[in-house]
Nanobody
Framework: QEEMVESGGGSVQAGRSLRLSCVGPEARFCKYAVSWYRQAPGKEREFVSSIDEGDTKYSDSVKGRFTISQDNAKETVYLQMNSLQAEDTAMYYC?????????????????WGQGTQVTVSS
């Protein structure tokens, strides 16, 4: 089954930074509208940020600290996370609900990754 692939998680102290990466399964031939979600233990999965043809959105909890970007040359979406706080500790998931490929144009998709763990210690 096709899925997105996340990387870049880790354990850091509060105030430090991490950069997460997300690549789609057909990144060489397709482009993806990408969202990041996170889920902390015992909590619901929540929206973090998204990028769609350059249009970006952020949750209030990360606005001003996180930056989402898309490197088309590397076919990768990044989530730069600065000033990390203990409350940012969670499993971070990459998701795409819209995919463009040369042979199909834009189509709806429901692609998720396995997640990458971010742990922030205070």
């Amino acid at each position: 089954q096709e899925e997105m692939v996340e990387s870049g998680g880790g354990s850091v102290q509060a105030g430090r930074s991490l950069r997460l990466s997300c690549v789609g399964p057909e990144a060489r031939f397709c482009k993806y509208a990408v969202s990041w979600y996170r889920q902390a233990p015992g909590k619901e999965r929540e929206f973090v940020s998204s990028i769609d043809e350059g249009d970006t959105k952020y949750s209030d909890s990360v606005k001003g600290r996180f930056t989402i970007s898309q490197d088309n040359a590397k076919e990768t979406v990044y989530l730069q996370m600065n000033s990390l706080q203990a409350e940012d500790t969670a499993m971070y998931y990459c998701e795409s609900d819209k995919t463009w490929c040369a042979w199909s144009g834009w189509i709806e998709s429901n692609l998720w990754g396995q997640g990458t763990q971010v742990t922030v210690s205070s």
